[in-house]
C-alpha cells in the first residue's frame, strides 16, 4: 500500500497540436480509403450513431402505439415490423459494434502500445461490410419491412410471412462478417502486437474485455451465418430441414440460432465492462481491486457463455435434462459478473474519487447492470422461466443489460476518451445532467416493465388489456425523457467539436498508454513504440513519470 | 373536483379502477411460483442495496475532497472468495428450488384429465375429451389436475395462462403438455406470448375457472353430440385402420387395445412408452415406429388428416381397452359414410362379432 | 528475409530500413508474418464453426432418419467421389509445392505449381457438375420437383439396384431422403463455392507470380493461401467419408 497524490494539469497554456490524425490528410477520400484504426474508429462512430436514432425512433414508435391498449397508431402489421426492426437495427448495427469498433478500434492499439490494429485493411473492409449491410437493412425498411421479430423464427420466417426476410437476413449476414473481421483483427493485434514489456497482466482490462468478446465474435458468428443460410435456403427452396412435415426439426434453427445470440450477448456487454474498469479506476485514482479476478471474470464469461444457449428454449419442450444442465450453467455464468459489480466497488474503496460525467455513467450501469443481472437470474431458474419468459419481464431485463449497461458504458466511454479522439473537452455541467436525465428516464421506462412482465404481460404486443395500460403509460413518458437524454449528448457532443476546452494530453490523468501520447493522436500513435515497465492502473508511475517531466523541463 | 378537466378525471378514474400490480393467483402451483419469485426478489433487494450502500458510501468518505489522497491496494483473496462464493451459493439455491418447480409444472400426475389445445394463426382451439370444442376460451373446473397437450398447426406458439403461472410453447410437429391445477373460481387471461405473425397480440382469450358443479353444467350445456373418442372412431374406421389392426391371427398390423402407455419393443430394438407423442408419430410417420414382429407397410398419413383428426385418433387408441369395438368396425366399415382421409375398403372380417362383446370404450 | 531487397522507407516516421512489403505499422518482417498467418488460422477456425453448423444437422438427422440416409447414399458414385478425393489430394500436394517454390524463389516452378492446382481445383468442380447433374436428372435435388421413385420403388433405378438391391423404403422414410441429399447439396455446394473462390484467387496469383511478385522472399499470401486450400482440401476429406462411405452396407437388423 502506498499513497499517490494527483492533480490536474494546468491547461490554460494548453493547445491542439498541429499534426495529428485528423490533420494529416484532408478531403473525403483520405477518410474512406483510409487504413488509420483511429479514423476508422471515427467512420464507425457516425454510421452506428446514425443507426442508433434510427433504431430510437422505432422505439420511439413503440412505445407510443403503447400507450393506448388498442392497436390506434398503427396498424398490428406496422407493429409488428417496427419492433422487429427496432430489434435488428439496435442489435446488430448497433450493440453488437457499438464499443468495440469504436472505442475499441481507437483505443486499443494505443493501449496495448501499438501503431494500428494488425490488418488495417481488414479493418477497412469490415466498416464497409457493414455499411453495406446496413444500407441493405434500410432499403429493406423503406420497401415495407420486415416482421419476423429479430430471431427470425421458424417456420414462420421461412412458410408464413411474405415480408423481406431474404435481404435482411443477407443484410444480417452480411453485418455478421464485419463482426468477425473485428474480432479477428482484435485477437491478432492483441496476441501479435503489444509492445515490448507490455505482458498479458499488464494489458488494461478493458483490452481483456474486448479479447473476450472477440473470441465469442470468432467462434459465434458463423454459426448464426450458417442459421441465416439455411433459413434462407428454406424460405426459397424449400428444402425441409426446419420443417417438421417434411422431416426436419424447427428447434434445431433456435438451436442455431441462440448459439449465436446468446454469446452475442456478451459480444455486447463484455466490451462495455471493459469501459467501467477504465473509468472506475481512473475517477477514483486506483488500481482496480483484485485485477486478476476481473480479468479471469471476462474470460469466464466467454467461456461459460457459449454453453448457455438453450435457456432460452426451457418452455420449448427441450428435454428436463438438457433444461437442469443449462439452467445450472446459466447461474455459474452470473458469477463472474457478481464478481465484477463487486470489484468495482470495492476499487472505490479509499480511492480519491472525482464525479465526472464517465463517472456518473459508470455509476449508473452499476446499479443498472446489477438489476438486470440479478433478473437473469429469475429467467435462469428453470421454474420461473415458465412464468417470466417471452413477457415484458424479459423485455424488461435486456433493456436492463443492453441499454442501462451497455449504452450507459458506451456514452461513458465516449465521454471518457472524447478528449483523446477529438483533442476537445465536453462541456461538464450539461453532461452531467444529460447523464442524471439518462438514468432516471431509463428507470421510469423499464422498470415498469418488470411489473408488467410479473403481471403476464406478452412481448410483442400491438394491443393489450386496459388493466396494464397505467404501467405502459409510465413506460412511454419515461421513454421521452430517456430520449432527452440521449440527444443531448449529441447537441454538446458536436459542439464541443469546435468550442470545446482543449484537453491536453492527459486530462483525467489516467495511466492508459493512450494518454501518455498527444490529444488527439498522430497517425501511427507513438512517434516511438514505448517499452512498458509498469502494471497497469500504476498511478505511482504515473507520478514519477510527472516529476521526471518536471525535472527535465526545469 | 371541477377544475380536473372531465376527460383526464375519466382517465384517472379507469386507470384506478383497472390497475394491477401482481396478478391473481388461481392455481396450486401458482403460490409456490410466487414463493420463489418473492424469494428472489429479495435476494435481488439485498444484492442490490448492498451494491449501493457501497457506492454511496465509498463516494462520500473517499470523495477527492475529503481523502485527496488514493491508497493503492492490490485486492484481498479472502473478500474476492466472499463475494464469489456467496452469490454462488445463492444462485445455486435458487437453482434447485427453480428446477424443482420445473419438473413439478411440467410432469403431470397420472390422474390429470386431458384437454387437447390447437394453436394456429391466431386462435386457439381447446378440445375437450367430451367433445367440447372452444375457440379463445378454456373452461376448467377447480381442485382437478388438468393436462394440456398442446401442438400448433403452422408456426410456434406459446399458450401462457398468468395467473396459473404457466406456459408452455405450441411447436409444429410435437406435442407438448403442461399441467395446473385451478383453485380460485373466476376469468383469467390467456395469452399466445411466442411471436406467431401478423395478429400475435389478438391471439387471446379467457380461462374460465368453474366449480365443479358449473363446470358439469357447462360440459353439458356445450357438447358437440359425440366424444373426441367416438370422433376417432368414426376415423378409425373410415380410414379402415381395422382392416390391419384387428387381432385375426393374420393382422397385419397390432393390436391397439390397451396399447396405450404399455412398454413397446420396436423393430429397431428400441424400447418406448406409447405415449401421446408416440401414438402421433406413428400415425405420420410410421416407418420409423414399426412394433418388432410385423412388416413396416403401413402408410403414411402425413398430410391427410388434420391436427384434430390426429387428436380423436389418439384419443380414440387412447380408450381401446378391448378389441371387440374395433372387430364391430371392421365388420361395418362398408356401412359407414366416408369421411376424411383416403378411404380404402377394406376386406370384411368374417365371424368378427362371434367373441363375446367384453368391453366398451371408455367414456 | 533477406537484407538485399531492403531499402530505406523514405518519410519522416521511418526510423528504419525494412523491406517495401513490410507494412508500417509492423516493428518487424517477422511480426507481420506472424500476425498474418495467426489472422489465416483464426478465419480457418471461423470457417470450421460455418461447417460446423451444417456437420451438427447432419449428425441429427442421419441419427433419426438411418435408412433415409443409407439409401440415398447409395445414389452417389463412389467412383466419382474418389476420383475426386485424388484430384484435391494432389492439388494439395501441387499447393505445397508452390508455396515451397516460392519460398525457394523458383519462380517457373511456383507458376507451374499454380497452375497445376489452378487445374485440379478445375478438374474437381467439373466431376463435381458431372455428378450434379445425374442429380437432377433423377430429380433428387430438393425443392425442385424432388423425386422419391428411386426410393418407393428401388427396381425402377436398375443401375443402384443391381449393385446393393435396396428394399423399397416405406413413404415417409422415403421423403426423408430429401434431406439427406439436402444436406449433400448444402455440404458439397458450400465446400465447392469455397473451391471457386480459391480457383479465382489462384488465377490472380498465377498473374502476379509471373510478375515475380511472391519470390522476392515475402511468401506470405502464398503460405496463407496455401493453408486455405488445404482447409478446403481436409473440409472434403470428412465429407468424402459422411456422404460417401459411412455405411454403405448397413448391418442387417
Redesign the interface.
Known amino acids: 500500500m502506498s499513497d499517490t497524490i494527483v492533480t490536474l494539469p494546468d491547461q490554460s497554456t494548453a493547445r491542439i497540436p498541429k499534426m495529428n490524425y485528423l490533420t494529416k490528410e484532408n478531403g473525403l477520400l483520405s477518410w474512406l480509403l483510409t487504413g488509420d484504426h483511429k479514423r476508422i474508429a471515427i467512420l464507425y462512430l457516425i454510421s452506428i450513431s446514425f443507426f442508433f436514432f434510427v433504431g430510437g425512433s422505432l422505439a420511439g414508435l413503440i412505445r407510443l402505439e403503447l400507450l393506448t391498449p388498442q392497436s390506434d397508431l398503427m396498424a398490428t402489421d406496422t407493429y409488428n415490423k417496427v419492433f422487429s426492426m427496432h430489434g435488428i437495427i439496435m442489435v446488430f448495427f448497433f450493440l453488437v459494434p457499438s464499443v468495440p469498433a469504436t472505442i475499441g478500434n481507437f483505443i486499443i492499439p494505443m493501449m496495448i502500445g501499438a501503431k494500428d490494429l494488425a490488418l488495417p485493411k481488414v479493418n477497412l473492409l469490415s466498416w464497409y461490410l457493414y455499411v453495406a449491410a446496413g444500407i441493405l437493412a434500410l432499403y429493406t425498411m423503406a420497401s415495407g419491412g420486415v416482421d419476423t421479430g429479430w430471431t427470425f423464427t421458424t417456420p414462420l420466417s421461412t412458410h408464413y410471412v411474405n415480408t423481406h426476410v431474404l435481404t435482411t437476413g443477407m443484410a444480417v449476414f452480411i453485418a455478421g462478417f464485419s463482426s468477425i473481421f473485428t474480432g479477428l483483427n482484435f485477437i491478432v493485434t492483441i496476441h501479435k502486437m503489444r509492445a515490448p514489456g507490455m505482458t498479458w497482466f499488464r494489458l488494461p482490462l478493458f483490452v481483456w474485455a474486448h479479447y473476450a468478446a472477440s473470441i465469442l465474435m470468432v467462434l459465434g458468428t458463423p454459426v448464426l451465418a450458417i442459421a441465416i443460410v439455411l433459413m434462407a435456403l428454406e424460405r426459397t427452396v424449400g428444402i425441409g430441414v426446419f420443417d417438421p412435415t417434411k422431416g426436419g426439426d424447427p428447434l434445431l434453427f433456435q438451436h442455431l440460432f441462440w448459439f449465436y445470440s446468446h454469446p452475442a450477448v456478451y459480444i455486447m456487454i463484455l466490451p462495455g465492462m471493459g469501459v467501467i474498469s477504465e473509468v472506475i479506476s481512473t475517477f477514483s485514482r486506483k488500481r482496480v481491486f483484485g485485477y486478476t479476478a476481473v480479468a479471469f471474470s471476462s474470460v469466464a464469461i466467454a467461456v461459460f457463455g457459449f454453453f448457455v444457449w438453450a435457456h432460452h428454449m426451457f418452455i420449448m419442450g427441450i428435454s428436463n435434462y438438457a433444461v437442469l444442465i443449462f439452467s445450472l450453467l446459466t447461474m455459474l455464468v452470473a458469477v463472474p459478473s457478481a464478481i465484477k459489480i463487486f470489484n468495482w466497488a470495492f476499487t472505490l474503496y479509499k480511492g480519491s474519487i472525482t464525479f465526472e460525467t464517465p463517472m456518473l455513467y459508470a455509476f449508473g450501469f452499476m446499479g443498472l447492470f446489477t438489476i438486470g443481472g440479478m433478473t437473469g437470474v429469475f429467467l435462469g431458474a428453470s421454474g420461473t422461466d415458465i412464468h417470466l419468459t417471452e413477457t415484458y419481464f424479459i423485455v424488461a431485463h435486456f433493456h436492463f443489460v443492453m441499454v442501462g449497461g451497455m449504452l450507459m458504458a458506451f456514452l461513458s466511454g465516449i465521454h471518457f476518451w472524447w478528449p483523446k479522439m477529438t483533442g476537445r473537452m465536453y462541456p461538464e455541467k450539461i453532461s452531467q445532467l444529460a447523464a442524471v436525465v439518462t438514468f432516471i428516464g431509463f428507470n421510469l421506462t423499464f422498470f415498469p416493465q418488470f411489473i408488467l412482465g410479473t403481471l403476464g404481460m406478452p412481448r410483442r404486443y400491438a394491443s393489450y388489456p386496459p388493466e396494464f395500460q397505467i404501467l405502459n403509460v409510465f413506460s412511454t413518458a419515461g421513454a421521452s425523457v430517456l430520449g432527452v437524454g440521449y440527444l443531448l449528448p449529441v447537441l454538446y457532443l458536436t459542439w464541443s467539436l469546435k468550442y470545446g476546452e482543449i484537453a491536453g494530453n492527459n486530462p483525467w490523468q489516467a495511466t492508459g498508454l493512450e494518454w501518455q501520447v498527444q490529444s488527439p493522436p498522430l497517425t501511427e500513435n507513438f512517434p516511438e513504440i514505448p517499452i512498458v515497465d509498469h502494471e497497469a492502473y500504476d498511478y505511482e508511475w504515473l507520478e514519477r513519470q510527472k516529476e521526471k517531466e518536471v525535472a527535465s523541463v526545469g | 373536483m371541477s377544475h380536473i378537466s372531465p376527460i383526464i378525471w375519466q382517465f384517472l378514474v379507469k386507470w384506478m379502477t383497472n390497475f394491477a400490480l401482481f396478478p391473481p393467483e388461481a392455481s396450486k402451483i401458482a403460490p409456490q411460483m410466487d414463493a420463489l419469485y418473492f424469494f428472489m426478489v429479495l435476494v435481488s433487494l439485498v444484492g442490490l442495496t448492498i451494491v449501493i450502500l457501497l457506492i454511496t458510501s465509498f463516494s462520500i468518505l473517499y470523495s477527492k475532497k475529503r481523502h485527496p489522497v488514493a491508497v493503492q491496494i492490490e485486492g484481498s483473496t479472502l473478500l474476492e472468495a466472499t463475494w464469489t462464493i456467496i452469490p454462488l451459493g445463492l444462485f445455486l439455491v435458487m437453482f434447485v428450488w427453480g428446477a424443482l418447480l420445473y419438473f413439478r409444472i411440467y410432469t403431470p400426475p397420472a390422474n390429470a384429465m386431458n384437454i387437447y389445445v390447437v394453436g394456429k394463426q391466431w386462435m386457439w382451439k381447446a378440445e375437450h375429451p367430451g367433445g367440447q370444442h372452444e375457440i379463445n376460451a378454456l373452461h376448467v373446473p377447480t381442485g382437478r389436475p388438468i393436462q394440456l397437450t398442446i401442438i400448433s398447426q403452422d408456426v410456434f406458439h406459446s399458450f401462457s395462462i398468468p395467473a396459473f403461472r404457466v406456459k408452455r410453447e405450441a411447436i409444429p410437429g410435437r406435442y407438448t403438455s403442461v399441467w395446473f391445477e385451478a383453485t380460485t373460481p373466476g376469468t383469467y387471461h390467456l395469452f399466445c406470448t411466442q411471436y406467431c405473425g401478423t395478429d400475435h397480440s389478438h391471439m387471446i382469450g379467457d380461462v374460465v375457472v368453474l366449480t365443479p358443479e358449473d363446470y358439469k353444467k357447462w360440459l353439458d350445456g356445450s357438447t358437440s353430440g359425440s366424444s373426441l373418442a367416438q370422433n376417432g372412431e368414426r376415423l378409425f374406421a373410415s380410414l379402415s385402420c381395422a382392416a390391419c389392426h384387428n387381432t385375426r391371427p393374420d393382422a397385419r398390423g397390432p393390436s391397439l387395445a390397451n396399447v396405450y402407455g404399455s412398454r413397446l419393443t420396436l423393430s429397431s430394438g428400441q424400447q418406448i412408452t406409447a405415449d401421446d407423442a408416440y401414438l402421433r408419430e406413428a400415425i405420420l410417420n410410421p416407418s420409423q415406429h414399426i412394433t418388432q414382429g410385423y412388416a413396416p407397410i403401413m402408410p403414411t398419413y402425413q398430410g391427410q388428416i388434420s391436427e384434430e383428426g390426429v387428436i380423436d385418433l389418439v384419443e380414440y387408441i387412447k380408450n381401446l381397452d378391448s378389441d371387440y369395438r374395433v372387430q364391430q368396425t371392421t365388420a361395418s366399415t362398408t356401412l359407414l359414410p366416408e369421411g376424411e382421409g383416403n378411404t380404402t375398403k377394406a376386406p370384411v372380417a368374417p365371424g368378427a362379432n362371434q367373441r363375446a362383446p367384453q368391453g366398451m370404450v371408455k367414456q | 528475409m533477406s537484407d538485399s531487397t531492403a531499402i530505406a522507407h523514405g518519410t519522416a516516421?521511418a526510423?528504419h530500413e525494412h523491406p517495401p512489403y513490410q507494412?508500417?505499422?509492423?516493428?518487424t518482417i517477422a511480426?507481420q508474418n506472424?500476425?498474418?498467418n495467426?489472422?489465416m488460422w483464426?478465419?480457418l477456425?471461423?470457417?470450421i464453426?460455418?461447417?460446423?453448423?451444417?456437420f451438427?444437422?447432419y449428425l441429427?438427422?442421419r441419427n433419426?432418419?438411418y435408412?433415409a440416409f443409407v439409401q440415398g447414399s447409395h445414389q452417389l458414385q463412389i467412383g466419382w467421389g474418389t476420383a475426386n478425393t485424388a484430384v484435391l489430394i494432389t492439388s494439395s500436394f501441387t499447393m505445397a509445392m508452390g508455396v515451397w517454390s516460392a519460398e525457394m524463389r523458383k519462380k517457373g516452378a511456383l507458376v507451374l505449381c499454380l497452375v497445376l492446382t489452378f487445374t485440379l481445383g478445375l478438374v474437381f468442380l467439373g466431376i463435381k457438375t458431372i455428378e450434379y447433374s445425374e442429380k437432377i436428372e433423377k430429380h433428387h435435388v430438393?425443392?425442385?420437383h424432388y423425386s422419391v421413385q428411386s426410393f418407393v420403388d428401388p427396381a425402377s433405378d436398375p443401375e443402384v439396384y443391381n449393385e446393393y438391391h435396396d428394399k423399397p423404403?416405406?413413404?415417409?422414410?422415403a421423403?426423408?431422403t430429401?434431406?439427406y441429399f439436402?444436406?449433400y447439396f448444402?455440404m458439397t455446394g458450400m465446400h465447392a463455392l469455397h473451391m471457386i473462390i480459391g480457383i479465382a484467387i489462384l488465377g490472380f496469383m498465377i498473374f502476379r507470380a509471373r510478375a515475380g511478385a511472391y519470390t522476392t522472399g515475402h511468401v506470405t499470401f502464398v503460405e496463407n493461401f496455401g493453408l486455405y486450400w488445404h482447409f478446403v482440401d481436409i473440409v472434403w476429406i470428412f465429407l468424402f467419408p459422411l456422404l460417401y462411405l459411412i455405411n454403405r452396407h448397413p448391418l442387417a437388423?
Open positions: 516516421e526510423h507494412r508500417h505499422h509492423f516493428e511480426q506472424d500476425a498474418t495467426f489472422a483464426l478465419f477456425l471461423t470457417e464453426m460455418f461447417f460446423g453448423g451444417l451438427t444437422a441429427i438427422y433419426w432418419y435408412p430438393p425443392g425442385f423404403l416405406a413413404l415417409d422414410m421423403r426423408h430429401e434431406l439436402f444436406l448444402a437388423h
